[in-house]
């Protein structure tokens, strides 16, 4: 190795020490100073769940363990007397119980937590262990992904800013699997991307799935657009797309029967439909007008309140001057940004909700595109 080598090698290395530095310290806060959502209650009742307790022992551990591991401001928010629904879910293990079906549709991040569980770890602490993780892998996939448009200077402080910001920060003190559900779909758009790999992609998303139910929006779309849009490398025989196509379905259904243990449908969407309002009550059918309200007011809160209004800009800078009426001339990337909002769209009439938690591989992704776009240019 020259001289001029050894000392780029060592640049980079130093490089890479940093954001990695500063990752973990930004992951080792985050530990720290959890966010303590309600949600952490049902997923340390899932987590306890995995012991073989009955119903009333799971919701006695979770709320007394609560007590004991949360400080008080944080609890007597968790179970506010003022808020109807908390304080029913807090004194009754039934009610409690009916809350689970929302939560044990998301096993593979409620399996590491009890990982970490079984290893020590405490249990509300155990749930948000797999955000950590999942926040600083994500944020070296995105430095090394960053670095091969950019140079290291460059991709670290991007990388850096990024892992900063709001949407990306907040999830790593979270318990849910939202950020280990970003993880996986971003790995998924990298591999599909860049390697073009459809087995990286297909694991990634077969991942994401039993990370989060409602993930089989985004697999069937982004494996529809592989499939249908001649986008891809090769071509793939219609029996390869059937067995790939049926996988995805029944990894659906294998993580949708955790559900069905409670009463459920296997499909679970009907069943979820029901509990469409902002009361988090179940009606015996779908009401449409408590549907919408929903929609509404979330639509509203949604665009002062989150990310989602820049990441369409991003996405419309993305395809400034392409010719969205000739799809074929579209790259790869511009397809696939145009796909993330269809799925955003889709999600959004399956469930109306806006958080920005859910949108973070489109988010990444989106960037990421714009840098490949805009260093392609400047070589010409």
């Known amino acids: 190795m020259t001289a001029g080598k050894y000392r780029k090698f060592a640049v ?8 990695c530095l500063t990752i973990v310290c930004l992951a080792g806060w985050s530990l720290k100073n959890p966010s303590y959502n309600w949600d952490i209650l049902p997923y340390m009742g899932v987590v306890l769940s995995y012991e073989k307790m009955d119903i009333k022992s799971i919701h006695n551990n979770v709320y007394a363990t609560a007590q004991d591991e949360v400080s008080s401001v944080f609890y007597n928010r968790l179970i506010d007397p003022n808020n109807a629904y908390r304080s029913r879910v807090a004194q009754s293990p039934e009610i409690f119980r009916s809350q689970l079906p929302f939560y044990v ?3 593979l991040y409620t399996r590491i937590a009890w990982l970490f569980y079984m290893a ?5 602490l155990s749930t948000v262990w797999p955000s950590v993780i999942a926040y600083f892998v994500t944020g070296l996939l995105l430095f090394f992904w960053l670095k091969k448009y ?28 939202d ?22 992609t297909f694991i990634f998303l077969i991942l994401a799935i039993f990370t989060r139910l409602d993930n089989i929006i985004p697999a069937i779309c982004l494996m529809s657009g592989i499939f249908f849009t001649k986008k891809w490398v090769g071509k793939i025989p219609a029996g390869k797309k059937l067995v790939l196509f049926s996988l995805l379905l029944l990894s659906y259904f294998a993580v949708s029967s955790n559900a069905h243990s409670f009463g459920w449908s296997i499909f679970y969407y009907p069943v979820f439909a029901k509990q469409l309002n902002s009361s988090y009550t179940a009606n015996n059918t779908f009401n449409f007008g408590e549907y919408a309200a929903l929609a ?28 969205l009426f000739s799809f074929n001339k579209l790259t790869i990337e511009e397809t696939f940004a145009a796909i993330f909002v269809l799925i955003i769209l889709i999600r959004f009439i399956l469930q109306p909700l806006i958080a920005d938690r859910l949108y973070i591989p489109y988010y990444l992704s989106v960037i990421v595109f714009l840098v490949k776009k805009n260093s392609l240019v400047l070589r010409r």
């Open 150 to 177: 950019w140079s290291g200077v460059y991709a670290c402080i991007a990388g850096i800013l990024i892992m900063l910001s709001p949407p990306l920060l907040s999830v790593a003190g979270l318990s849910t699997p």
């Open 296 to 323: 509404k007011s979330q639509v509203r809160t949604g665009l002062f309140f989150s990310f989602i209004s820049l990441f369409f800009f991003l996405v419309a800078f993305l395809l400034w001057n392409a010719s």
């Open 179 to 200: 950020a280990l559900s970003g993880l996986s779909l971003f790995s998924a758009v990298y591999f599909l991307t860049e390697k073009k790999s459809l087995a990286g």
């Open 120 to 124: 020590g770890i405490s249990l509300s």
């Open 105 to 107: 549709v998301k096993p």
């Open 12 to 19: 980079n290395i130093f490089i890479l020490l940093i954001y």
